[in-house]
Structure formats: C-alpha cells, structure tokens
C-alpha cells in the first residue's frame, strides 16, 4: 500500500506514539512488581517498595495514555484543519520535555521525592513543568485549528477535551490542611479528568476513526457524538459524588452521586451503541480490520469496564463496603483499558500504516496482540473481583485483620499474574508490530507551502512481502 499522510508534520505522531509504547511497557514492569508482592514475593522491598511501586505504576499510566492522545491529536488535528502543525519544532521540544518530567518523576518517587496525595503523587516543582508544556502542546493545537481552512466537530471537541483536561489540572496544585478539603478538590483532577473530560477526547478519536474506517458521512456521525459526549460528560461530573460519600462532606452527595453514578451506564452503554451503529452503516469494508476491531472494542469494553462495573460498586449501598478494596481496582483496570489504552491502540493501528506506506496489520501477531491483550485483561479483573469480594466479606464483614486478609488473597493473586502474563505477551506483540512498521517516509510538501492540501508521499523503502 502507499502512505497516505496528507502533511509532513503528522510524523510528529510517530515519536509520541513510540513514547507512549516505551511508558507503557515501563508500566507493566511495576505492574508485575506489585503483583507478585500481593503473592507473598515482595523480594525488592528494600529498593522498590509497594507504595512507591503504586506510585509509578499508576503515574506511568497517565503519562503513557496522555502522550499517546497528544500524538493522536498531533496526527488528527492537520487533517481536519487541512494545514500543517503550527510551528512543528516546538512540539518536538514539547515531547522532549514532557518525557523529562516524566523521568525525573520517576526516579523523584523512589527517593522518596514527591507530595505523597494519591494519585497526585508529583512533586509540585514539576507540576509547574507539566503545567507550561500542556500549555505549550494547545498552543500549537489552537493555532492550527486557528489558521486551518476547516473547523470540524472532531477537531473542536478533541481541542476542549484537552483543554478542559488542562484546566482541571489546576485544582490539584491546591493544597489544604484540612482532609476533607483537600480530598474534594483532588478528585476534580482525578475523577474529572477519567470521567469527564478524558471522554470528550475519547468521543473525539473514536469519531475520527469511525469517519476514517467505514465511510460514514461526517454530517452523522458528529451529531451523535454531539448527544452521546454531551450526556457522557454531564454524568460524568455529577458523578463526582460517589467520591465524597465518606469523606466528611454533606450527606446530600449520597444522593447526588447515587444517581448519577447510576446513569453513567447509560452513557457507555450509548457510546458502544453509536460506534457499532455507524460502523455498520458505514457499509464499507474496512481494509485495516485491526484499527477497527480496536476501535469497537474501545466502545464494548468501555462499557463494561466503565459503565457496568463502574455502576456495580459505586452506589452508596454496595460503595460503603467496597470503597478502599480491591474491588475498586477491578473496576479501574477494565475501564482504564477499555475506555482509554484501546482508543490509543486503536489510533495506533490506523495511523502507522498511514505513516510508513506497510500493511503490518494483516499478519497474525496484529491480530493475536488484540485477543491476548484483551482476553489478558478480563482475566486481571476476574481475579481483581474474586480477591476484591473476598476482602469485602472477610474484613468489612468478618472482621479479620487488614494483613491477615492480604495473606489470604495471595492464592488469588496468582491468577492474577497469570492473566497479567497473558496481556502482556499481547503488549509484546503489539510493540513488535509496530516496530517492524519501521520509521515513517519522508513526503513531498512543496505543493503544500501555503500549509493546506495534499502532501504526496513516496515509500522509502520496498514494500511488506
């Protein structure tokens, strides 16, 4: 096949999505760490211990999928504003940044270097950091949208999710003496930002995709993602609440986060709906089944992961036993793979091919990355469930000892594992594939000097057998 870039300056994607691929196999690493210590096997204590492991874990994972949707944004946002990026060189100076800040996060929480607010765990000197280069990551996204000759839906909504992301990253700089004050508004960057904001960019992509792999008229498919991201994001903020049942608020949040909770079902349940909807409709036979079945199953699994199960714990009847347990990370799991690891993979498989002019996707490790992955990850959230009711029933119920309990999840813990092996032989092979893609080709753009049209672009090497 031939690439089809339309502009030069979408190569940038290439170097965030190789980022994002490094950071998440860095993330699996920490993640087979914390792993094997709820098995009994906590053998680098001394060096790595299980907080700090926690830490890193769950730190890579916003950054690993925070870089990827910049590069899907590097990638998207030329081609719906038909012109090249506005001053590409800073956004290679952005990329070079935000992976310094990433690494020196990292080695800061193994020095013991860092705010100790969960999920807020960086240091606020590179708050600031992180802060100037999201900054800078919109300036060169407005200003192309600015200067483009069309201002599409799918532009415009993945531009305010990341922005509206931006500005909810603000409260969490804020600190308070008192628990309760300081625990609300740091739910506003973590809730908010997972169960808000993060799906305006989701919406974004998926449509994107969608538009791109079935054919389907834009007119459409943007209208849906109008109603279907608007109901998501509003649920998504007044579920808010189900954080605030325990934590010294009043007791009108109960109610306030009960209902909502209960509606954000409805809007996954919608969203997956939509995307097998219009992938049907569409009525084109996508020649990258990869990139589609990826972006499907972002819908399907989204639901399940964050609707169902989010749904399944989060009403304040069930929330009172289940907050604080590993019940919880059964939930986090599926969502955040659902929702948001497979909307990057999803973009991903579409736009490598795009990019290097190869069809990696028809071999059977693009396909068998989808299935272990994914078969991998329900595996993980069964043993999350059976070890998360487990502890519900034998501390919160039982009443046994904290640590005794642990002990006894360790059986289980072994599953988990398993399962973790199964994904992360997927994650392998999907990084394979992607390596064996190789580097994007160089195009021609002196058809292109006014930063609109197309950009013809020539293979650098022979094509795939």
Request: glycine share 10%.
């Amino acid at each position: 096949m031939q690439p089809t870039i339309q502009y030069k300056t979408q190569k940038i994607a290439y170097w965030f999505f190789a980022a994002c691929m490094l950071l998440f196999a860095l993330q699996l690493i920490y993640g087979f760490i914390l792993g094997f210590a709820r098995m009994g096997y906590d053998g680098l204590h001394e060096w790595i211990p299980f907080n700090v492991a926690r830490a890193t874990h769950t730190n890579l994972l916003v950054v690993w999928l925070l870089t990827g949707f910049m590069g899907a944004a590097y990638f998207i946002i030329p081609e719906e504003s038909e012109r090249e990026l506005w001053m590409p060189k800073l956004a290679w100076v952005q990329l070079v940044s935000l992976l310094l800040v990433g690494v020196v996060a990292i080695v800061g929480y193994h020095v013991n270097w860092w705010e100790g607010r969960k999920f807020l765990e960086i240091p606020r000197e590179l708050d600031w950091l992180v802060v100037v280069n999201v900054l800078t990551f919109l300036l060169i996204i407005f200003m192309t949208i600015w200067k483009g000759k069309r201002k599409t839906t799918t532009a415009m909504v993945l531009f305010f999710g990341l922005l509206s992301a931006a500005l909810l990253y603000l409260p969490g700089m804020i600190t308070f003496e008192n628990l309760t004050f300081d625990s609300f508004f740091r739910w506003w960057v973590v809730h908010l930002w997972v169960e808000g904001v993060w799906e305006l960019i989701m919406g974004a992509i998926l449509s994107f995709l969608l538009i791109k792999l079935t054919g389907i008229d834009r007119e459409v498919i943007e209208k849906w993602l109008y109603v279907i991201v608007g109901f998501t994001f509003l649920s998504g903020i007044l579920g808010t609440g189900h954080h605030y049942y325990f934590t010294g608020t009043p007791r009108y949040w109960l109610m306030i986060g009960g209902i909502f909770s209960a509606l954000e079902p409805l809007a996954f349940l919608g969203m997956a709906i939509y995307a097998l909807a219009m992938a049907r409709r569409g009525g084109r036979k996508a020649p990258n089944r990869i990139a589609l079945m990826w972006t499907l199953g972002c819908a399907v699994m989204s639901f399940v992961g964050a609707g169902f199960l989010g749904f399944a714990h989060t009403l304040p009847q069930v929330n009172i036993w289940t907050h604080g347990t590993l019940v919880t990370a059964m939930h986090g799991h599926l969502a955040f793979w659902g929702a948001y690891a497979m909307i990057v993979l999803a973009m991903i498989s579409y736009a490598m091919p795009e990019l290097t002019g190869r069809s990696m996707f028809k071999g059977w490790k693009a396909e068998w990355a989808f299935w272990t992955t994914n078969i991998g990850m329900l595996g993980m959230t069964g043993a999350f469930a059976v070890m998360g009711v487990a502890q519900v029933y034998l501390e919160r119920k039982g009443g046994m000892d904290f640590l005794e309990v642990q002990e006894s999840l360790e059986v289980h813990a072994f599953g988990l594992v398993l399962a973790a092996a199964l994904l992360t032989l997927g994650v392998v092979l999907f990084i394979k594939n992607f390596l064996e893609y190789g580097l994007p080709v160089e195009v021609d753009s002196s058809s292109n000097s006014s930063g609109g049209g197309s950009v013809l672009a020539t293979p650098q090497r022979p094509q795939e057998d």
